[in-house]
């Protein structure tokens, strides 16, 4: 895998982290104010003053590494940590995807299939806490549900909502027991000279970067298995479907990439440049145990994103035995 370029990286990312660590020295002496918003705004003097109140409500504001709230005040060595949107507040509204309801694919009483676009968590992240499909999905049904199972915020494709308190019980132990088919089509550039291969690399934190994981041998991490097939390719770039064994952080990312094959538009792991990440999570197929049946979803074709239009994916899911 080629070597990672930390500044792409960091540009990828839709905030700004800003960390300060406060010792008893500065609270003594008085350098530091009591309150965490009069802090945020002699530190940070390019953020409006009068912004701060809808800037916690959003989220990113962290005081001992915990959310911190608008009345917050330092009265102790501390650690102070403030993620800084890269839009301004008013644009952040129109830069998250909005929800529609054609993302609900399939419901009844147990679950929904439900479609996450790209740019929009799966649930709140540590930027921000407002636009994630969880919040979303708990607005439209109007009660706590429960996602068994994430999508990287820059992939997009079919996630499994369950609706009941049994079927999420039934499906944390599906995941964990690997009876979830999940499959993922992804482009990738060069094209693999092989039609099919098992990828079987361990994954463990990167220490170069805290967002980053890295393939490293078996036995050193946490056990990673991908089983990829090469469907078709045009030009220089091939169409892929991946099935993750296991379910670890970007591991089809970065099985690809330690392979040779980064998937287009990969800020992380070297992935050739394009305005969004050649992933997605395509098909769904498990046994409901309330219907008593095999369910199979593929994304439908409105949904699909632009680049994945160029194949052919009429004969994606392997057919069961």
């Known amino acids: 895998m080629k070597e990672i370029d930390e500044r792409r990286v960091a540009d990828s990312f839709f905030s700004k982290h800003w960390l300060w660590q406060i010792g008893s020295e500065e ?21 409006a003053r009068d912004s701060w109140s809808d800037r916690f409500e959003l989220g990113g504001v962290y005081l001992a590494g ?40 399939h419901r009844d009483d147990d679950l ?57 019980r039934y499906l944390q132990k599906a995941y964990e027991r690997r009876w979830v088919e999940k499959y993922y089509l992804a482009e990738t550039s060069p094209v693999p000279p092989w039609l099919s291969r098992s990828v079987d ?3 463990a934190r990167d220490p170069r970067h805290p967002v980053l994981r890295r393939c490293v041998e078996v036995g050193q991490g946490e056990r990673a298995l991908t089983e990829i097939v ?40 070297a992935g050739a440049i394009s305005e969004d990440l050649h992933l997605v999570s395509y098909a769904i197929r498990f046994y409901h145990p309330y219907t008593r049946s095999m ?22 899911l392997p057919v069961l035995d």
């Not at 609270?27 to 953020?47: K, N, Y």
């Not at 709230?69 to 008013?90: C, F, G, N, T």
């Open 27 to 47: 609270l003594a002496s008085g350098v530091v104010s009591p309150s965490v918003i009069d802090e945020l705004a002699r530190r940070l003097p390019h953020i």
């Open 66 to 105: 915990r959310s911190a709230h608008v009345e917050a005040r330092i009265i102790e060595p501390s650690r102070l940590e403030y993620y800084e949107p890269k839009l301004s507040l008013e644009a952040l509204s129109s830069w998250y995807p909005a929800f529609s309801t054609e993302w609900i694919l």
């Open 112 to 168: 929904a299939i439900v479609y996450k676009p790209s740019r929009l968590p799966t649930t709140a992240a540590r930027d921000q806490r407002r636009y994630n499909l969880g919040e979303y999905l708990s607005l439209h049904f109007g009660r706590p549900i429960h996602l068994p199972s994430r999508l990287d915020t820059a992939v997009s494709g079919l996630l499994i909502c369950s609706l009941s308190e049994r079927m999420n």
């Open 201 to 203: 690399w361990d994954i």
């Open 230 to 269: 090469r469907l078709s390719s045009v030009s220089q770039s091939a169409l892929l479907r991946a099935k993750p064994v296991t379910g670890r952080t970007h591991q089809i990312r970065l099985h690809l990439s330690t392979e040779g094959f980064p998937i287009i538009g990969d800020p992380y792991y």
């Open 295 to 316: 369910f199979s979803l593929e994304l439908p074709k409105e949904l699909q994103p632009k680049w994945l239009r160029e194949f052919d994916t009429s004969s994606v």
